[in-house]
């Protein structure tokens, strides 16, 4: 069964450094998604991606935050200056269309120090 | 700004009895979606609801979604250890693809 996969499983660093969180959607599908979940809080939803371009974005996404769908099967979300206040599990997520049946990766633990 | 409000936070059983969680909203959504999530993995899906009334069943898990689109339940029935784990559910409003997630329900239950 296709699956979304994300890499790394687990990303330490520093504060202040630039970190790349990347992901392979489901291969049909055309709305890709962020998502983080800070430790025993609830998933909180970061952005949403469709046509090449930003389609939604919450408050949380603010300019540290970019994406980016580099090539026809990778989706990436940068943090551009991590702080302590980034560590969490970030989630990509990608639908087919419309109905938005929302499909997630196992996630990308981020360790800020 | 939508709220999904899930109870109970925490439920325990024995095995073979049968339980119920909400899902409740004072907004209307254009669909929910009930997730399962293991500690450290992300949410695997279960199943979407998008008709106001509409139920469905996947084995013994049995998910309802509210007339007027606010709630939504699940409903085991003769838990097994294996239904262990965090239940959650997730909405969409009119007009927007972003999920709204609740806190979860995590479920126990006792061989």
């Known amino acids: 069964e296709p699956e979304v996969t994300q890499t790394p499983s687990h990303q330490v660093t520093q504060m202040g450094q630039e970190v790349i969180l990347r992901c392979v959607p489901i291969s049909n599908h055309l709305y890709f998604y962020w998502y983080r979940q800070i430790l025993g809080q609830k998933v909180e939803f970061l952005v949403s991606?469709?046509?090449?371009?930003?389609?939604?974005k919450s408050e949380i996404f603010d300019d540290q935050f970019s994406v980016e769908r580099p090539d026809g099967s990778n989706f990436t979300l940068k943090i551009r200056s991590t702080k302590l206040e980034d560590s969490a599990m970030y989630f990509c997520?990608?639908?087919?269309?419309?109905?938005?049946?929302?499909?997630f990766g196992a996630g990308t633990r981020l360790s800020v120090l | 700004t939508q709220l999904l409000e899930q109870s109970p936070q925490f439920l325990s059983i024995q095995e073979g009895e049968n339980l119920t969680v909400y899902c409740n909203s004072s907004?209307?959504?254009?669909?929910l979606q009930w997730y399962r999530q293991e500690p450290g993995e992300g949410p695997v899906l279960l199943v979407t609801?998008?008709?106001?009334?509409e139920v469905k069943k996947l084995k013994r898990l049995t998910f309802q979604f509210g007339d007027a689109r606010k709630d939504s339940s699940l409903h085991i029935t003769a838990a097994q250890p294996g239904d262990t784990g965090l239940y959650l559910c997730?909405?969409?409003?009119?007009?927007?693809?972003?999920?709204?997630f609740g806190k979860g329900t995590k479920l126990s239950v006792i061989p």
């Open positions: 609801v998008v008709t106001g009334g």
């Open positions: 997520a990608s639908s087919r269309d419309s109905q938005n049946i929302q499909y």
């Open positions: 991606f469709y046509n090449n371009e930003i389609s939604e």
């Open positions: 997730a909405g969409t409003g009119a007009g927007s693809y972003q999920l709204t």
């Open positions: 907004s209307v959504f254009s669909s």
